[in-house]
């Protein structure tokens, strides 16, 4: 049973509380306990359930929302598991329900009527209303068009014409439409209004993937003056792909849309779908006999879409068994970074390479790219840069990090940025453990294509208009995020 549920930002600042109940505790009220029963789940990326202790058996359930930089906390008394999974897609549901790829503080505390009657319509009596979890049934009961103080007056305007003597079709048509439409009565299926005729014509489709790889290079190997002699190796440490396919559809009618999407070979593992994907047909063309593993698998997906924003299908895929080190290392991204420790004479001297890979499919250069040089807890040395090709040198910070950071417009494809500096020991010669760097991260993100190489190579929508048929938008977006590639010594 839901007890109370929390949105606050990353600083654990309150944006919105829902009491359903009038025994519900405020937000002010709860913090203090979660801050002495259970500190760590307060923590920026911590994401797990604990008991707020002294006997009771009431659980909070957190979940970090890295679109919307949002935390929600969630007072229940039943099952975590199912809370948990409730407060992923009440942050996905938030995002249909606005139509936005991201929603900030601003726009939920303008909405508060709104986000409290969406709540108010998934969940009834404390427990998740899993019927009602489709955005076009809460859309019926709350029109992104309306808010509730124009719902009000239209009900005021109702109750003052009724009295009057005076019925009006338009008036009393807001409190007995969503009522009924609201039950699926006159839908074809639960995830779509029937009668849509005031739509677009356009189908977009997002794809977007986020990269998660660490790396361990091999063993450094110098000559006696210091010069690097040969290059490292890799060798992958953990590594994953998060897939997701997200669609925005503002069709009339009833229409059946048919995307053939290419995995290029990838194992996508178990794929989640939304409920509206009816056939899923996976054809397998022949593998080749040098490779068995680089098969192309195409998986085609025909689906009745919802109206409006949704996600179709997510997919995980797994680099340790992607075959060999370079076919691995050809779905971390477009971005490969190495760095080498103690070079120079004094061996205090190291070096950060960047190499952009050249692709035809990227066009726009390379986005929010930031490099962080992490460096071990030895004595007081201070860090130096001596040169650097592109970027600026931001100097270490109290947790002894360097970061190398980069504008939009000054990295394209084909570029080869070197980072070199110094870690200056002189005031500490004697101290036989020095400082050095431990491991460079890589954060970026590039619009045009996939890391993993997957594409949709068809796109159909079957319409009962011809005369519409032709007309209809379509439009398909590639997107890669790269949060964390690490490299380690």
């Known amino acids: 049973m839901l007890i109370s549920l929390y949105i606050t930002n990353i600083r654990n600042e309150l944006i919105f509380q829902y009491l359903p109940m009038g025994s519900s505790p405020t937000y002010a009220s709860i913090w203090k306990k979660m801050q002495l029963s259970c500190p760590e789940l307060l923590l920026a990326n911590e994401m797990k359930s604990r008991s707020l202790g002294g006997g009771s058996a009431i659980m909070v359930c957190k979940y970090r929302s890295v679109v919307n930089n949002m935390n929600y906390y969630c007072l229940t008394s ?27 503080v601003k726009k939920l505390v303008n909405n508060f009527d709104r986000l409290s009657l969406l709540l108010h319509s998934v969940v009834n009596g404390g427990e998740i209303n899993v019927g009602f979890l489709y955005n076009n049934r809460i859309q019926n009961v709350v029109p992104p068009v309306h808010d509730l103080r124009k719902i009000l007056n239209e009900t005021a305007h109702t109750i003052m ?17 969503a009522s009924s439409s609201s039950r699926g009565e006159d839908m074809v299926v ?23 790889v660490t790396y361990r290079k091999s063993d450094r190997h110098h000559g006696r003056d210091g010069i690097r002699t040969s ?39 178990i794929p989640s779908f939304h409920a509206c994907v009816e056939q899923e047909d996976q054809v397998q063309e022949q593998k080749q006999e040098q490779e068995p593993e680089s098969f192309q698998g195409k998986r085609l997906l025909r689906f009745l879409p919802p109206d409006g924003k949704f996600r179709l299908a997510q997919y995980v895929i797994d680099l340790d068994g992607q075959g060999g080190m370079s076919r691995r ?90 980072l070199r500096g110094c870690i200056d020991d002189s005031k500490h010669v004697q101290q036989k453990k020095r400082s050095c ?42 997107v890669t995020r790269v949060p964390a590639l690490t490299v380690r010594a």
């Open 78 to 104: 039943d099952d975590s598991v199912e809370v948990d999974c409730f407060l992923e897609y009440l942050d996905e549901l938030i995002l249909e329900y606005f139509d936005k790829d991201e929603v900030s």
């Open 161 to 177: 014409n009724q009295s009057s003597g005076a019925m009006r079709s338009a008036g009393s048509g807001v409190a007995f439409n």
């Open 190 to 212: 639960p995830w779509r209004r029937n009668g849509i005729k005031d739509a677009k014509e356009e189908l977009y489709v997002d794809l977007k993937e986020e990269v998660y």
């Open 231 to 269: 290059n490292p190796s890799m060798e992958l440490v953990s590594g994953h792909i998060k897939g997701t396919i997200d669609v925005r559809c503002y069709l009339n009618g009833n229409p059946t849309v048919s995307l053939m999407f290419d995995t290029m070979g990838n194992d996508l593992g």
């Open 329 to 418: 290392m050809d779905r971390d991204g477009l971005i490969q970074v190495s760095f080498e420790d103690g070079l120079g004479l004094n061996k205090d001297e190291f070096e950060v390479r960047l190499h952009v890979r050249e692709s035809i499919a990227v066009v726009d250069p390379v986005e929010d790219l930031v490099v962080t040089l992490q460096f071990s807890n030895g004595n007081d040395s201070n860090v130096k840069m001596l040169r650097a090709t592109h970027g600026t040198f931001v100097g270490q910070d109290e947790d002894r990090q360097c970061s190398w950071r980069f504008d939009s417009d000054e990295i394209s494809a084909g570029t080869l940025p070197v």
């Open 437 to 478: 760097l431990t491991s460079v991260a890589v954060r970026y993100g590039y619009p045009g294509e996939l890391a993993s190489g997957c594409r949709v190579t068809r796109l159909d929508v079957d319409v009962a208009s011809p005369r519409v048929r032709g007309k209809v938008f379509k439009g398909v977006r590639c």
